[in-house]
């Protein structure tokens, strides 16, 4: 698929865009309480477009591992002023959300893309998508939940049972008569998987493009690359981070989610221009 079907867009796939994670949350893992008022909020969407992002990804509720739930009220409490005016600014806007009463009220405030961990395995919420005419779907692959798929991650060769739950959660929704092109997938890196099984999500990314749906890689400040790199401190993982997501874009994912716009764009820059000098094959 070359594009991306969105309530408001046809973002183009041909290349790699970048979506910039907005959390407007007290408690995310990198950047928790630095967002977490609509003003700052929407100055950090503005900057974010000024960096380069093709997408705003606006969350209210952490999910990183251990996280409480957040309440209903309080989460439409976070992200309604922040995406009711974010839809003027003049890019795709994502919200991250797992809740379907969420959904259906950011996209009735004009959103276009729902970003869910869950898949849409939470009730109602394949019939809030499947209902809107033309937004976009990211559906995510996650072992148990947030307050336990570290402490007992999976077993076993990943790559086949992401693919297999991926390709299942489309067609579940392609059963409800969602277009294939509203459609984008995500292996859920750090979701309940070991560092080594994280990365042979990367090392052998391309087989999870099998199914046939654009990828999504969200790698940005992962504990994954603090493991490998002796870096503790999650905001201090701006290139691991970054080659990530080159390397991510390399093996055919085609949004990368990320914290570090500018540094993101800029790397894919110098991978775009290396791409555009490889040898043609020849026509048969």
């Known amino acids: 698929?070359?594009?991306?079907?969105?309530?408001?867009?046809?973002?183009?796939?041909?290349?790699?865009?970048?979506?910039?994670?907005?959390?407007?949350?007290?408690?995310?893992?990198?950047?928790?309480?630095?967002?977490?008022?609509?003003?700052?909020?929407?100055?950090?969407?503005?900057?974010?477009?000024?960096?380069?992002?093709?997408?705003?990804?606006?969350?209210?509720?952490s999910t990183r591992p251990g996280s409480p739930a957040v309440p209903l009220e309080l989460e439409l409490a976070r992200v309604l002023p922040v995406v009711r005016e974010a839809v003027?600014?003049?890019?795709?806007?994502?919200?991250?959300?797992?809740?379907?009463?969420?959904?259906?009220a950011v996209l009735d405030m004009g959103a276009d893309i729902v970003n869910d961990i869950w898949a849409l395995r939470r009730p109602g919420a394949r019939d809030v998508v499947a209902a809107h005419p033309a937004c976009g779907v990211c559906l995510m692959h996650m072992h148990r939940d947030p307050q336990t798929m570290q402490v007992a991650p999976m077993q076993g060769d990943v790559v086949p049972?992401?693919?297999a739950f991926l390709a299942d959660a489309a067609r579940k929704l392609r059963a409800l008569a969602v277009d294939a092109s509203r459609i984008v997938l995500d292996p859920g890196i750090g979701f309940?998987?070991?560092?080594?099984?994280?990365?042979?999500?990367?090392?052998?990314?391309?087989?999870?493009?099998?199914?046939?749906?654009p990828l999504l890689a969200g790698w940005s400040r992962k504990s994954s690359l603090g493991a490998v790199t002796g870096i503790a401190d999650a905001s201090e993982r701006l290139l691991p981070s970054v080659v990530a997501a080159a390397l991510a874009a390399e093996r055919g994912a085609r949004i990368v989610r990320v914290h570090d716009?500018?540094?993101?764009?800029?790397?894919?820059?110098?991978?775009?221009?290396?791409?555009?000098?490889?040898?043609?094959?020849?026509e048969t």
């Not at 003027?88 to 959904?103: F, H, Q, R």
């Not at 309940?192 to 199914?211: D, I």
């Open 88 to 104: 003027t600014l003049g890019v795709a806007i994502s919200v991250d959300t797992y809740k379907p009463e969420v959904m259906r």
């Open 261 to 282: 716009v500018r540094d993101t764009v800029e790397a894919l820059s110098v991978w775009r221009a290396m791409n555009q000098e490889q040898p043609r094959k020849e």
């Open 192 to 213: 309940g998987k070991t560092v080594a099984q994280n990365f042979a999500l990367l090392a052998r990314q391309q087989e999870l493009l099998a199914p046939g749906y």
């Open 161 to 163: 049972q992401v693919q």
């Open 1 to 61: 698929m070359s594009f991306w079907q969105t309530s408001r867009f046809r973002i183009d796939l041909t290349q790699p865009r970048v979506m910039g994670i907005v959390n407007v949350t007290p408690d995310s893992f990198s950047d928790g309480g630095a967002f977490d008022d609509a003003t700052a909020a929407l100055r950090h969407c503005e900057a974010l477009i000024g960096q380069g992002a093709d997408i705003l990804d606006i969350g209210g509720e």
